[in-house]
């Protein structure tokens, strides 16, 4: 469950068109995903979760899609806007204890 | 309705000193976590606590880090002696007694700690 220490992988779109954000997970165990936003110099916003009998659910412009067959959650963001860009993480929690962990993150550069 | 606070926001150490990170968690809330942040990473799990309880400390150093959430007051982050190596951002989450229940935490603003 621990994340790896790589460059993040930046993923370019342009205003208005459709993003997404794909995640791998390692723990088949893993019960609860959360993806979240980060600006630069803040802490993580909560973006939507997913439960893992789930395998979709919707909210205001994004959707989190989850395939526990290959252990991968995406991120969609429809027309994505210049505020949009961050960095985003997909979080797992393996177990019953509250605790999770982080993917590695992907940049999300808007163009205008 | 403040979200969760941590000072100081920037902290300046050198090496073989102490540094203490602060963390104010959301009212209401009584689980803290904490998690360190190296640039271009993701966040890593440190430390889960309750009030007065350490829950889990798997992802804590072994040597030189401490937490504490006291009955009173904020919860505390403490790395003495302090080397290069720790230089991170540290971001504090609360979430409500809620047990194992799907709880989303809810994250500071974080404290970013350079050491000379």
């Known amino acids: 469950g621990e994340n790896v220490g790589l460059h993040l992988p930046t993923l370019s779109v342009q205003e208005g068109d459709n993003s997404i954000i794909n995640c791998a997970y390692s723990?088949?165990?893993?019960?609860?995903f959360i993806w979240y936003k980060q600006e630069s110099g803040k802490g993580p916003q909560f973006i939507i979760d997913i439960r893992s009998n789930m395998d979709k659910r919707q909210g205001q412009r994004v959707t989190v899609l989850l395939n526990k067959t290959v252990k991968h959650l995406s991120l969609q963001i429809a027309a994505t806007q210049p505020g949009d860009s961050a960095v985003y993480f997909c979080?797992?929690?393996?177990?019953?204890?509250?605790?999770?962990?982080f993917g590695s993150g992907t940049k999300l550069n808007v163009k205008p | 309705n403040a979200g969760v606070m941590q000072n100081p926001r920037h902290l300046v150490r050198r090496r073989g000193q102490e540094a203490r990170l602060r963390c104010s968690p959301m009212?209401?809330?009584?689980?803290v976590y904490w998690y360190r942040q190296l640039p271009e990473e993701g966040l890593k799990f440190m430390v889960y606590l309750q009030k007065e309880n350490i829950i889990d400390e798997s992802g804590m150093p072994k040597e030189r880090f401490s937490a504490e959430f006291p009955k009173e007051g904020p919860s505390i982050l403490r790395i003495q002696q302090v080397v290069r190596g720790d230089s991170a951002a540290y971001f504090c989450a609360s979430s409500p007694p809620a047990g194992g229940l799907d709880n989303e935490q809810f994250f500071g603003p974080g404290t970013r700690l350079t050491v000379l």
């Open positions: 723990n088949s165990a893993s019960d609860y």
């Open positions: 979080a797992e929690r393996p177990g019953n204890f509250n605790k999770f962990y």
């Open positions: 009212k209401g809330h009584s689980h």
